[in-house]
């Protein structure tokens, strides 16, 4: 039995590692055919991303992408392409920031008041989409997605002076109102005249739990991993795939709120038109990556931010900015293929072992029949 | 040898991070001073024919005049306020002086890098930061657009005109609102169109072709002149409007006029509504490269500094010009004021 | 293997007998040893190139496209050959001429039955140029009557001087149609033998390698306890034409504790819903289910599970395992609720764990361990691991669907006798299968299906699997009064083997 599982282990750490040297391969042949040395960019990317102010950026960065990774594969564990997390994310961010900036209320009430508004809008944001999926049989790609332009419209017809926003006449900036200063998140100092760590990484390593255990170690995140195995057999066994896909569409989304959270409560303390967008898809790559386990997740969040922050560094150099890009793409391509083809390696080879040791059984036991009647 | 072991950490990398997230490597503060000029573009960057090339052409000058280095950064879309502060302090610490940064979205990181480096001199296009060490380059595009309108307005035949908008911005709505007022107080029979083609996306900025089917859709409702203050996507209604006989489009930002990209269009190119950001920009440069009296606080670029202007190339609205200059001797007189916001 | 002959290949599940089909057809490589074809060695990369070297497979689950018509189905993917309109058309009808298939080229393939599909899928092979032909399983979705006429067609076949080979686990059948048989047990050949010199009994011990299992329950244990009460139950379903249609009408029946209550029927014509409406998964429009007194029509399946249903479905990939997760995650599906795989709302890994090893060791589950997948087991030991789970919760009542299909001799009678064992102990057993001999073997009351209708019954101790199929097609209603003491020699019946192998009938033991 060790063995078998030295060697799961063995293909589960496989896949990533095949999917990312293959991915550096590629985005070499990209920089030689770009007429740049590739290694060199890769050094610099290295060098500058083991900094210690980029260690701090890459923590702060990876909260958020943690944060994303989670609510995406919330929905990957039982085949539920939640493609919307961004449309909630932003919707949730976007009201918990407004909720924030009206309320006076110490911080100790109000922080948690702004992350519950935030995960209640963006659960129900993703609830659209699951009431059309169980009422209705419309795909939830295909909502998710026009559900993120929604989202977009809803947030750019409320952030305007007089409703949810405020105009700053001299910069031109629509913004939220701010956050008062009781409601700003605890940070980590990181030493020196370095940016603090975002205290939110702690919620974020708290969610990582929360996730491994609900799905892991209850009942109800075992009826949502069979439903992703295989619906028919979920069914059959009793559960109730219709309310559980509501559930997860929920769960997902509420998580997708807490995404723009730490940026709000650590960083800007308010909603501007240019929030980041397009998190929520950063958030499918790095689920991707990280096989949807919170672990994985972890890594893959801390990988995209070094990614970023070497991509900063990059154009300083000299290089083009989207070489980062370019190699961003290609690990989640690489990803996709490698776990496919490690997945049936793997499946292959358990079956080949299977059959090898029952084989070795059945001799033992020949064996020992023939002994018997002797 | 060195390569290879380059390679092997570089592979490492990954690995590393998860552990190394407190192995205190030295920070990647370093670098010497007087490197040149620092410019940071926003999404688009050089060659977007239109906001952030007029920047690139008064740092070019300046670059050539000054006889200085420099280093150019632009932003990408998903950008956070940390990636572009960390532009900016990239360029700080490598000793860029001046900085500056293009485009309003720059404000809270230009803000926070100008607290922390503050003997660099820094600029900011479109918005205010208000730092001893940092000059608010702001322009009066509602009073250019103002007399775009008014030529708008004396031009039109069919009394319907368009106006398109990259986004619903506060900052594109200045354009939108100058260019409404204009259009009434010249010819109160003329309806306005006005249309964004991203709501609440800077990504409107970038949709040439979402911009062509915009400017479509006016044409065939009558529509016979077009003012598109819509960055890239101004391109494609600019083409749309010069494939129907007897439309006019009104350029923005740079003298479209004279855009090599669009010299197919000029044409019809009735005018163009010059934000001179280059100029801006390029006297900022002067004032810390030559004149060692950096600006800083507000620069307002407006009508009566010749920050905006209404351009005549091509010799179109040279008929209409007495009027246009009547107007814009009035709005800098101060008898006419000019709203900054466009309300429907 | 001789050109012009049938050759059957049998052997338990697990034996091999697929991994060396799938090697004939290119499907896989073998490590060693070469494949000769025509006295030629040849290596199959692809079944592109099986085909293209004239070998040819029937596959035991069609590979059919639903919604289009025969003509469709047979050239696509080979529209190189007579092109796609009346060229192909004649090419089709003159091949099911001269082999007697009667296809209809415009047929569409959703509107056929089991056995007419089973033709196309040949008439398929064929038309891509096969002279060699692998059958898997092809009798297990037929009625006896049906596998008459399917072997008539293989008869067809040799004599045109076509190779069949047919895998099989039912001897009798085997013992019909084959020239030679070739057994094989855990991975190679133990014998090869002539029809002519041997029996079925001989060939299932060669297969197993011990002595052999009957499903012949006599010993009546029914009580008057009534166990299951299904009431006046009726669902109707819209098919893909958008009509409305009853798939159960008017069904009524009891199961009493330590009964075992079999249903005939050709598949399809409502067996599957029935059994999903007692599950709870599809809702019936009226009718009432009663369970040990309870009235649980309106009760969720989860619900019903904890109540007591054990459940064996007749697809267990799809209904019974999640296959890509270890066994013993396995093991706690369907009772995620229930001790010892859970308490309150966690589970409980360690307990799960344990449970598993105990139903591997006691249902005899082959596997090294319980961390391996699900999908790493042959088809036998799936089931038994399902059955070991579903006894383990100690079931009032047991819905088994096709228990023994595509198991293995040996594992289907240890299946039958854990039924058997449960029914002592007072386990009512709704019965669901093909296997006719299984039925009447197992069940004490036999009902026969058609339509959506229980139309006829049956005494299991003096009816004939030819009758009970007659009455499946509809021939027959009312009570089917058996005449099976007086004609039912073994040795002309063309049914499962073992039935045929056990003691001829009636000898109790």
Same mark, same amino acid.
């Given at each position: 039995?060790?063995?078998?599982?030295?060697?799961? !282990?063995? +293909?589960?750490?496989?896949a990533?590692l095949?999917?990312i040297?293959?991915?550096?391969?590629?985005?070499?042949?990209v920089?030689?055919?770009?007429?740049?040395?590739p290694?060199?960019?890769?050094? #610099?990317?290295?060098e500058?991303?083991?900094k210690s102010?980029?260690q701090?950026y890459i923590?702060?960065?990876a909260t958020?992408?943690?944060?994303?990774g989670l609510?995406v594969a919330i929905?990957?564990?039982?085949?539920?392409f939640?493609?919307?997390?961004d449309?909630?994310?932003?919707?949730?961010?976007f009201?918990?920031a407004a909720a924030?900036?009206?309320?006076g209320?110490?911080?100790l009430?109000? %922080?948690?008041? %702004?992350?519950?508004?935030a !995960?209640?809008?963006?659960? !129900?944001?993703?609830? %659209?989409?699951g009431?059309?999926k169980v009422?209705?049989? #419309?795909s939830?790609?295909i909502s998710?997605?026009?559900?993120?332009s929604?989202?977009?419209i809803?947030i750019s017809?409320?952030?305007?002076?007089?409703?949810l926003?405020v105009?700053?006449k001299?910069?031109n900036?629509?913004?939220?109102?701010?956050?008062p200063?009781?409601?700003?998140?605890f940070?980590?100092p990181?030493g020196?005249? +370095?940016d603090?760590?975002?205290?939110?990484?702690?919620?974020?390593?708290?969610?990582?739990?929360?996730?491994?255990?609900l799905?892991?170690?209850t009942?109800?995140?075992?009826?949502l991993?069979?439903v992703?195995r295989s619906?028919s057999?979920a069914?059959?066994?009793g559960v109730?795939?219709?309310?559980?896909?509501?559930?997860s569409m929920?769960?997902?989304g509420?998580?997708?709120?807490?995404i723009?959270?730490p940026?709000?409560?650590?960083?800007?303390?308010?909603?501007?038109a240019?929030?980041?967008v397009?998190?929520g898809f950063?958030?499918?790559a790095i689920a991707?990556l990280?096989?949807n386990?919170?672990?994985g %997740?972890?890594?893959?969040?801390?990988?995209?931010?070094?990614?970023?922050?070497?991509?900063n560094?990059?154009?300083?150099?000299?290089y083009d900015?989207?070489?980062?890009g370019?190699m961003?793409?290609?690990i989640?391509l690489?990803v996709?293929?490698?776990?496919e083809?490690?997945?049936r390696?793997?499946?292959?080879?358990q079956q080949q072992?299977?059959?090898a040791?029952?084989?070795?059984?059945a001799?033992?036991?020949?064996s020992?029949?023939?002994e018997?009647p002797? | 040898?060195?390569?290879v072991s380059?390679?092997v950490?570089?592979?490492l990398?990954?690995?590393a991070?998860a552990f190394s997230a407190?192995?205190c490597?030295s920070s990647?503060?370093s670098?010497?001073?007087?490197?040149g000029?620092?410019?940071a573009?926003d999404?688009?960057?050089?060659?977007?024919?239109?906001?952030?090339?007029?920047?690139? $052409?008064g740092?070019?000058?300046?670059?050539k005049?000054f006889?200085?280095?420099g280093?150019?950064l632009t932003a990408k879309?998903? *950008?956070?306020d940390?990636?572009?502060? *960390? $532009?900016?302090?990239?360029?700080?610490?490598e000793?860029?002086n001046?900085v500056?940064?293009?485009?309003y979205?720059?404000?809270p990181?230009?803000?926070?890098?100008?607290k922390?480096?503050?003997?660099?001199?820094f600029?900011?296009?479109?918005s205010?930061v208000?730092l001893?060490?940092?000059?608010?380059?702001?322009?009066?595009?509602?009073e250019?657009?103002?007399?775009?309108?008014?030529a708008a307005?004396?031009?039109?035949?069919?009394n $319907?005109?368009?106006f398109?908008?990259?986004t619903?911005?506060?900052?594109i709505k200045k354009?939108?609102?100058?260019?409404?007022?204009?259009?009434k107080?010249?010819?109160?029979?003329?309806?306005?169109?006005?249309?964004?083609?991203?709501?609440g996306?800077?990504?409107?900025?970038?949709?040439p072709?979402r911009?062509?089917?915009?400017a479509?859709?006016?044409l065939?409702?009558?529509?016979?002149?077009?003012?598109?203050?819509?960055g890239?996507s101004?391109a494609?209604?600019?083409?749309?409007?010069?494939?129907?006989?007897?439309?006019?489009?009104?350029?923005?930002?740079g003298?479209?006029?004279?855009?090599k990209?669009?010299?197919?269009?000029?044409?019809?190119i009735m005018?163009s509504?010059?934000?001179?950001v280059d100029?801006?920009?390029?006297?900022?440069?002067?004032?810390?490269?030559?004149?060692?009296?950096p600006e800083s606080g507000?620069?307002s670029?407006?009508?009566?500094? &010749?920050?905006?202007?209404?351009?005549?190339s091509?010799?179109?609205?040279?008929?209409?010009?007495?009027?246009?200059?009547?107007?814009k001797?009035?709005?800098?007189? &101060?008898k006419?004021?000019?709203?900054?916001?466009y309300?429907? | 293997?001789?050109?012009?002959t049938?050759?059957?290949?049998?052997?338990?599940?697990?034996?091999?007998?697929?991994t060396?089909?799938?090697?004939?057809?290119?499907?896989?490589?073998?490590?060693?040893?070469?494949?000769a074809?025509?006295?030629?060695t040849?290596e199959?990369?692809?079944p592109a190139?099986a085909i293209? =070297?004239g070998?040819?497979?029937?596959?035991?689950?069609f590979?059919?496209?639903?919604n289009?018509?025969?003509l469709?189905?047979?050239v696509?993917?080979?529209?190189?050959l007579?092109?796609?309109g009346?060229?192909?058309r004649a090419?089709?009808k003159?091949?099911?001429?001269?082999?007697?298939?009667?296809?209809?080229?415009?047929?569409?393939?959703e509107?056929?039955?089991?056995?007419?599909?089973?033709?196309?899928?040949?008439?398929k092979v064929?038309?891509?140029?096969?002279?060699?032909l692998?059958? /898997?399983?092809?009798?297990?979705?037929l009625?006896?009557?049906e596998?008459d006429?399917l072997?008539?067609?293989?008869?067809?076949?040799?004599?045109?001087?076509?190779t069949?080979i047919?895998?099989?686990h039912?001897?009798?059948?085997?013992?019909s149609?084959?020239?030679?048989?070739?057994?094989?047990r855990r991975g190679?050949?133990v014998?090869?033998?002539?029809?002519?010199?041997?029996?079925?009994r001989q060939?299932?011990?060669?297969?197993?390698?011990?002595e052999?299992?009957?499903?012949?329950?006599?010993?009546?244990?029914?009580?008057?306890q009534?166990?299951?009460?299904?009431?006046?139950?009726r669902?109707?379903?819209?098919?893909?034409?958008g009509?409305? =249609?009853a798939v159960? /009408?008017g069904?009524?029946?009891t199961?009493h504790?330590?009964e075992?209550?079999?249903?005939a029927?050709v598949e399809?014509?409502?067996?599957?819903?029935l059994v999903?409406a007692?599950?709870?998964?599809?809702?019936?429009?009226?009718?009432?289910?009663?369970? /040990?007194?309870t009235?649980?029509?309106?009760?969720?399946?989860?619900k =019903?599970?904890?109540?007591?249903?054990?459940?064996i479905?007749?697809d267990?990939?799809?209904?019974?395992?999640l296959?890509?997760a270890p066994?013993?995650?396995?093991?706690i599906l369907?009772?995620?609720?229930?001790?010892?795989?859970?308490k309150?709302g966690?589970?409980?890994p360690?307990?799960a764990?344990?449970?598993?090893?105990?139903?591997?060791?006691?249902?005899?589950v082959r596997?090294?361990?319980?961390e391996?997948t699900a999908a790493?087991?042959?088809?036998?030991?799936?089931?038994?691991?399902?059955?070991?789970?579903?006894?383990s919760?100690?079931?009032k009542?047991?819905?088994a669907?096709?228990?023994?299909?595509g198991?293995?001799v040996g594992a289907q009678?240890?299946?039958?006798?854990q039924?058997?064992a449960a029914r002592?102990?007072g386990l009512?057993?709704l019965l669901?299968?093909?296997?006719?001999d299984e039925?009447?073997g197992?069940s004490d009351?036999?009902?026969?299906?058609?339509?959506?209708?229980?139309?006829?019954?049956?005494?299991?101790c003096?009816?004939t699997?030819?009758?009970?199929?007659?009455?499946?097609?509809?021939a027959?209603?009312?009570h089917?009064?058996?005449?099976?003491?007086?004609?039912a020699?073994?040795?002309t019946v063309?049914?499962a083997a073992?039935?045929d192998?056990?003691?001829?009938?009636?000898?109790d033991r």
């Amino acid at each position: 039995m060790k063995k078998f599982d030295k060697e799961r !282990m063995l +293909l589960a750490v496989a896949a990533p590692l095949l999917a990312i040297v293959s991915a550096f391969l590629l985005t070499a042949l990209v920089l030689a055919a770009t007429g740049k040395a590739p290694f060199e960019a890769f050094g #610099v990317m290295f060098e500058y991303g083991v900094k210690s102010d980029s260690q701090v950026y890459i923590l702060n960065k990876a909260t958020t992408y943690y944060l994303a990774g989670l609510a995406v594969a919330i929905g990957f564990r039982m085949n539920l392409f939640n493609i919307g997390v961004d449309g909630q994310y932003r919707l949730g961010a976007f009201f918990g920031a407004a909720a924030g900036g009206a309320m006076g209320l110490p911080g100790l009430v109000q %922080i948690p008041l %702004i992350i519950l508004v935030a !995960m209640l809008v963006g659960a !129900m944001w993703a609830s %659209i989409a699951g009431l059309l999926k169980v009422y209705r049989g #419309v795909s939830e790609v295909i909502s998710t997605i026009m559900l993120n332009s929604l989202a977009g419209i809803l947030i750019s017809y409320l952030l305007v002076d007089g409703r949810l926003g405020v105009l700053d006449k001299q910069t031109n900036i629509v913004a939220t109102k701010a956050l008062p200063e009781s409601s700003h998140f605890f940070t980590i100092p990181a030493g020196g005249d +370095l940016d603090p760590i975002w205290g939110f990484i702690v919620v974020a390593v708290l969610a990582g739990v929360g996730f491994w255990f609900l799905l892991g170690r209850t009942r109800f995140g075992f009826d949502l991993r069979a439903v992703g195995r295989s619906e028919s057999a979920a069914e059959a066994s009793g559960v109730n795939v219709k309310r559980m896909v509501l559930s997860s569409m929920l769960l997902s989304g509420a998580m997708a709120g807490l995404i723009g959270m730490p940026t709000v409560l650590n960083d800007t303390h308010q909603f501007t038109a240019d929030f980041p967008v397009g998190v929520g898809f950063t958030g499918i790559a790095i689920a991707l990556l990280g096989r949807n386990s919170p672990v994985g %997740i972890a890594l893959a969040a801390l990988l995209w931010g070094f990614l970023e922050r070497g991509a900063n560094r990059l154009e300083f150099e000299g290089y083009d900015k989207e070489i980062v890009g370019v190699m961003q793409g290609v690990i989640v391509l690489c990803v996709v293929i490698a776990y496919e083809l490690v997945r049936r390696y793997g499946l292959k080879r358990q079956q080949q072992k299977v059959g090898a040791e029952l084989a070795a059984q059945a001799k033992a036991a020949k064996s020992d029949k023939q002994e018997v009647p002797a | 040898m060195r390569r290879v072991s380059r390679i092997v950490v570089a592979g490492l990398a990954t690995a590393a991070l998860a552990f190394s997230a407190t192995a205190c490597g030295s920070s990647s503060e370093s670098g010497s001073k007087d490197k040149g000029i620092g410019l940071a573009y926003d999404v688009g960057g050089r060659g977007d024919h239109s906001f952030n090339d007029s920047a690139a $052409k008064g740092y070019d000058k300046a670059k050539k005049d000054f006889k200085i280095g420099g280093k150019e950064l632009t932003a990408k879309d998903g *950008d956070t306020d940390a990636d572009r502060y *960390d $532009k900016l302090a990239s360029l700080a610490e490598e000793g860029y002086n001046p900085v500056i940064g293009v485009g309003y979205a720059w404000t809270p990181s230009l803000s926070k890098a100008a607290k922390k480096y503050k003997d660099t001199d820094f600029a900011i296009v479109d918005s205010v930061v208000d730092l001893k060490n940092v000059a608010s380059l702001v322009s009066a595009e509602h009073e250019g657009s103002y007399l775009a309108g008014v030529a708008a307005g004396l031009k039109t035949k069919t009394n $319907k005109v368009g106006f398109i908008g990259g986004t619903d911005s506060s900052l594109i709505k200045k354009f939108a609102g100058g260019f409404q007022q204009g259009l009434k107080d010249t010819n109160p029979k003329a309806a306005l169109n006005v249309q964004w083609v991203q709501v609440g996306s800077a990504k409107g900025f970038g949709m040439p072709d979402r911009g062509k089917d915009i400017a479509d859709g006016m044409l065939s409702n009558k529509v016979d002149v077009i003012f598109s203050a819509a960055g890239g996507s101004g391109a494609g209604a600019i083409e749309a409007t010069a494939k129907k006989k007897g439309t006019w489009s009104i350029g923005v930002d740079g003298d479209q006029y004279y855009d090599k990209g669009l010299a197919q269009y000029k044409h019809t190119i009735m005018t163009s509504m010059i934000k001179t950001v280059d100029g801006s920009v390029y006297d900022f440069i002067k004032s810390v490269a030559k004149d060692k009296k950096p600006e800083s606080g507000i620069q307002s670029y407006d009508l009566k500094r &010749g920050g905006v202007s209404l351009s005549y190339s091509g010799g179109f609205i040279d008929d209409i010009k007495p009027k246009i200059e009547a107007a814009k001797k009035k709005i800098i007189d &101060g008898k006419i004021k000019v709203a900054d916001t466009y309300k429907d | 293997m001789r050109r012009g002959t049938v050759h059957a290949l049998v052997g338990e599940n697990g034996a091999g007998k697929s991994t060396l089909m799938k090697i004939l057809y290119g499907m896989q490589r073998p490590d060693e040893g070469t494949i000769a074809l025509d006295g030629a060695t040849v290596e199959l990369h692809s079944p592109a190139d099986a085909i293209s =070297r004239g070998v040819g497979m029937v596959h035991q689950h069609f590979m059919l496209a639903d919604n289009f018509t025969v003509l469709e189905n047979v050239v696509l993917g080979a529209e190189k050959l007579h092109g796609i309109g009346a060229k192909a058309r004649a090419r089709i009808k003159e091949i099911s001429d001269s082999y007697g298939l009667g296809v209809r080229p415009d047929a569409l393939v959703e509107e056929l039955g089991v056995a007419d599909r089973q033709r196309v899928e040949i008439l398929k092979v064929l038309y891509r140029g096969a002279r060699t032909l692998i059958l /898997d399983e092809p009798t297990a979705v037929l009625v006896p009557q049906e596998v008459d006429a399917l072997f008539d067609n293989l008869r067809e076949l040799k004599s045109e001087g076509l190779t069949v080979i047919f895998i099989s686990h039912k001897l009798g059948e085997v013992l019909s149609v084959a020239d030679d048989i070739t057994v094989i047990r855990r991975g190679t050949t133990v014998a090869s033998v002539v029809p002519s010199e041997t029996n079925p009994r001989q060939l299932a011990e060669l297969m197993v390698g011990s002595e052999l299992p009957s499903p012949e329950t006599r010993e009546s244990t029914v009580t008057d306890q009534k166990m299951l009460t299904v009431d006046g139950l009726r669902l109707t379903a819209t098919d893909v034409d958008g009509v409305e =249609r009853a798939v159960l /009408d008017g069904i009524d029946f009891t199961i009493h504790k330590g009964e075992v209550l079999g249903i005939a029927g050709v598949e399809g014509n409502g067996q599957a819903e029935l059994v999903e409406a007692v599950m709870g998964i599809r809702k019936p429009d009226v009718g009432v289910i009663t369970l /040990d007194g309870t009235d649980i029509s309106q009760a969720p399946t989860r619900k =019903r599970r904890e109540d007591g249903i054990g459940y064996i479905p007749e697809d267990r990939h799809r209904h019974a395992l999640l296959l890509e997760a270890p066994l013993w995650e396995n093991r706690i599906l369907g009772h995620v609720t229930e001790e010892p795989n859970s308490k309150g709302g966690l589970l409980n890994p360690g307990a799960a764990r344990r449970d598993t090893e105990r139903i591997v060791t006691e249902y005899d589950v082959r596997t090294p361990g319980i961390e391996v997948t699900a999908a790493s087991l042959s088809g036998g030991n799936q089931q038994k691991l399902i059955i070991g789970r579903e006894m383990s919760h100690h079931p009032k009542l047991l819905i088994a669907a096709h228990p023994t299909r595509g198991v293995d001799v040996g594992a289907q009678a240890q299946i039958w006798d854990q039924i058997r064992a449960a029914r002592r102990e007072g386990l009512a057993v709704l019965l669901i299968s093909a296997d006719l001999d299984e039925l009447i073997g197992l069940s004490d009351t036999l009902r026969v299906m058609y339509r959506g209708r229980l139309v006829a019954d049956a005494d299991p101790c003096t009816i004939t699997p030819e009758e009970l199929g007659s009455a499946m097609t509809g021939a027959a209603s009312g009570h089917l009064e058996g005449s099976a003491d007086a004609d039912a020699p073994a040795d002309t019946v063309p049914a499962a083997a073992p039935a045929d192998a056990a003691p001829a009938g009636g000898e109790d033991r």
